[in-house]
């Protein structure tokens, strides 16, 4: 699930997952959403690998690795699929479209604010994660 | 943070005592008169500002300017002066956009006369400067060009047939930061910033045409060839995608790196190394070379806005370079305190006797200043750089009318073109504080005097 929450000069989005690999894969779908691009018809498959201290980092280099190659190729990815999902590794490849243009800038993921919360006790229902990142815009 | 935490030291200046927060290692001060301050401590800015006060060899103050307002890691507005043997970098404390700043050119017509010329002109300088947003510019350079880039700055952007020698001589550094590192900057920055020289991108960047409304200080202004009802343009951009990419992996590298140097810092994005470690000095000189794309960015989009006052104006269309300065950089420089390492995100160098460059919001203003003795005595020879938000753009988006915006605009007497009404609305004069307010602040602390005040008649954004 994709929020977006006030921040003065920026973007600041929730992002909210049943499952690590859903938060991973909704993170990456509110990143490219806020591009606005104008998708093309073609798709695309693009292999990442990114490597990090912990999972919080992990997320936030795994997103800017993804905007880097939607910046360079000009494609955005609504979909990945994890090879790899550790707590400090991830291996994916991205699924999407090539873009004719993107409508917004994003010049970055920051780590602030960022941290990947646990996850509610079994008792409160299904196990949700969660994180709130902020983007310069 | 509660206005009570602040001390009041005039009426444009409180401080953050060190012992609010166990780990701040100076103060922090915030100049802004109580109006203001009411206003700055609704969102997290002195937290951030708080934050910066614990970096690691920090001197004298964590500083704010009025125009201060919530960012990541450092608050936009946010100045720090760091030792160079004890001290770090912090990417963070420059920002994404490394070298965005501010360049002023000054044509030979008046408001009056150019009247019926404005929304043909309007038009001409938006198709010759593109956003790039997503899909690039006009120019392509190969890696080799890329890299003398730079390495050269606005003066290869020059040597290339975009501008003259003499404008070198009015670009703070005249355009080129020296230590600059072709082979510090990634192959990912590399790729990002190919094709995006000569483009302005979105967000608040933009390029205006504006009149001189008021001259505060003649012998100033025609010290800078400004006089009433003068046309001038404005120029608002960085380093692109290629910036981006720069601040991204040096953030990335320091925030695995720090343990090695037992930093431990309250916010990630305030990651830093020390200043001369390996990571600090190839941050330093990736940036310093980042820094020189937005010269030379500057430049091409200089020849450009050239190229159709020309075609509009022929013998009478020469634009004339005013001053160009950065409001997101670190550079190593002399102070009061000695020799250190300022790092402005979203503050303008303000050395004495240099003018001040004061972006507004679209349908208000913008000021040329002259930096003061008082900024070189209180803020590290700095200044604010621009209104500062108050407004998100998501609140933007949701109370501003594009249409009305535009009949706003177009009754005051403003042409606009825009890439996206999105984009229009999210910079609406209402989602920025009151500029005079902000730069009559810098004035009377002795940090930067009123030289002109500049009032849009024409807005091309991305």
Redesign the interface.
């Known amino acids: 699930m994709i929020e977006?929450v006030?921040?003065?000069?920026?973007?600041r989005l929730r992002i909210s997952g049943a499952s690590i690999e859903e938060l991973f894969r909704d993170a990456l779908r509110g990143t490219m959403q806020l591009?606005r691009?104008?998708l093309d018809e073609r798709s695309v498959q693009r292999e990442i690998a990114v490597e990090?201290?912990d999972r919080t980092?992990l997320l936030i280099?795994f997103l800017?690795e993804a905007l880097?190659h939607a910046?360079?190729h000009?494609e955005a990815y609504d979909d990945a699929v994890f090879t790899t999902l550790t707590e400090t590794r991830v291996v994916a490849q991205l699924h999407g479209r090539e873009?004719?243009?993107?409508?917004?800038?994003v010049?970055?993921v920051?780590?602030?604010?960022?941290e990947i919360r646990q996850p509610r006790p079994a008792e409160a229902g299904p196990h949700i994660w969660s994180v709130t990142i902020?983007y310069?815009? | 943070m509660q206005k009570s935490a602040l001390h009041k030291i005039h009426d444009w200046l409180w401080e953050i005592p060190k012992s609010t927060r166990s780990d701040m290692r100076v103060p922090a001060r915030v100049y802004a008169t109580e109006e203001m301050l009411d206003a700055i401590v609704r969102?997290r800015s002195l937290d951030q500002l708080v934050n910066v006060a614990t970096l690691p060899g920090i001197r004298g103050w964590a500083v704010a300017m009025p125009d201060v307002?919530?960012?990541?890691?450092f608050p936009?507005g946010g100045i720090a002066a760091v030792d160079l043997d004890e001290g770090v970098i912090s990417p963070g404390g420059i920002?994404?956009?490394i070298n965005c700043g501010v360049r002023l050119l000054r044509s030979h017509q008046t408001a009056s006369a150019m009247a019926p010329s404005l929304p043909t002109l309007v038009h001409s300088v938006a198709r010759e400067i593109p956003s790039g947003?997503?899909?690039g510019g006009p120019l392509r350079l190969n890696k080799h060009d890329l890299d003398l880039v730079l390495g050269g700055g606005a003066a290869r952007a020059v040597e290339s047939g975009y501008g003259e020698e003499g404008d070198l001589e009015r670009i703070e550094s005249r355009g080129t930061l020296e230590g600059a590192d072709p082979a510090a900057v990634s192959d990912?920055a590399h790729?990002?910033g190919s094709d995006q020289l000569g483009t302005i991108?979105?967000?608040n960047h933009f390029v205006e045409i504006d009149r001189v409304a008021m001259v505060f200080d003649t012998v100033a202004a025609q010290q800078l060839g400004l006089e009433q009802e003068r046309v001038v343009i404005l120029i608002h951009t960085g380093s692109r995608?290629l910036g981006?990419?720069v601040?991204?992996d040096f953030?990335?590298r320091m925030?695995?790196s720090m343990h090695r140097y037992g930093i431990t810092i309250p916010?990630?994005?305030l990651?830093c190394a020390p200043f001369r470690s390996p990571e600090g000095q190839q941050y330093f000189h990736a940036m310093a070379a980042a820094a020189n794309f937005a010269f030379a960015n500057r430049q091409v989009i200089t020849a450009g806005i050239r190229r159709a006052w020309k075609h509009e104006f022929g013998a009478d269309g020469d634009l004339e370079m005013v001053y160009d300065v950065a409001h997101n950089v670190a550079k190593v420089e002399r102070h009061e305190i000695g020799e250190v390492l300022v790092h402005r995100k979203g503050a303008t160098r303000a050395f004495l006797g240099q003018p001040v460059l004061i972006p507004g919001s679209m349908g208000t203003a913008s000021y040329v200043l002259m930096g003061q003795s008082g900024a070189m005595e209180q803020s590290f020879g700095s200044s604010c750089h621009g209104a500062g938000?108050?407004?998100?753009?998501?609140?933007a988006r949701h109370e501003i009318d594009a249409t009305e915006l535009r009949a706003r605009l177009k009754n005051g007497g403003i042409v606009v073109e825009a890439?996206?009404a999105?984009?229009l609305v999210e910079e609406a004069p209402e989602a920025y504080k009151d500029i005079d307010a902000v730069v009559d602040i810098v004035d009377r602390a002795g940090i930067a005097k009123k030289v002109a005040r500049l009032v849009p008649i024409g807005v091309i954004k991305?």
């Open positions: 977006v006030e921040h003065t000069a920026d973007i591009l691009p104008d990090a201290a980092t280099d800017n880097s910046h360079v000009r873009a004719r243009a993107f409508g917004d800038d010049k970055a920051t780590y602030h604010e960022a902020v310069d815009i | 969102d307002h919530e960012g990541y890691g936009i920002g994404y956009d947003v997503g899909r990912h790729d990002r991108g979105s967000g995608g981006h990419q601040a991204t953030l990335k925030v695995g916010d990630r994005e990651a938000r108050v407004m998100s753009r998501t609140r890439g996206s999105k984009g991305g």
